[in-house]
Nanobody, 115 residues
Framework: QVQLVESGGGLVQAGGSLRLSCAASRSIFSINRMGWYRQTPGKQRELVATITSGGSRNYADSVKGRFTISRDNAKNTVYLQMNSLKPEDTAVYYC?????????WGQGTQVTVSS
């Protein structure tokens, strides 16, 4: 089992940047895939970006070229660097761990982008 705690959300103007962090309660070295997702009221949670234990990255089309996911196994932390933010990026952002036998989720952090 792993607990995840997100941080770094907040209010930013369009065009600005934020970096989200996801701290895990144990080593993430062997976790197959870590990811960031987001959700707005009335909509399903959607994938933003994932990164495998080997470093392969996958992004939603809507964030390609603007967001970067990374992981620091030594710090048990996953990051999401978000640049050129748009109002439509406003959502609650969730970190997730996918070790293969279960999915673990953080509590979420709010990101609000003003126009």
């Amino acid at each position: 089992q792993v607990q995840l705690v997100e941080s770094g959300g907040g209010l930013v103007q369009a065009g600005g940047s934020l970096r989200l962090s996801c701290a895990a309660s144990r080593s993430i070295f062997s976790i197959n895939r870590m990811g960031w997702y987001r959700q707005t009221p009335g909509k399903q949670r959607e994938l933003v970006a994932t990164i495998t234990s080997g470093g392969s990255r996958n992004y939603a089309d809507s964030v390609k070229g603007r967001f970067t996911i990374s992981r620091d196994n030594a710090k048990n932390t996953v990051y999401l660097q978000m640049n050129s933010l748009k109002p439509e990026d406003t959502a609650v952002y969730y970190c997730a761990a996918h070790p293969g036998w279960a999915d673990y989720w953080g509590q979420g952090t709010q990101v609000t982008v003003s126009s």
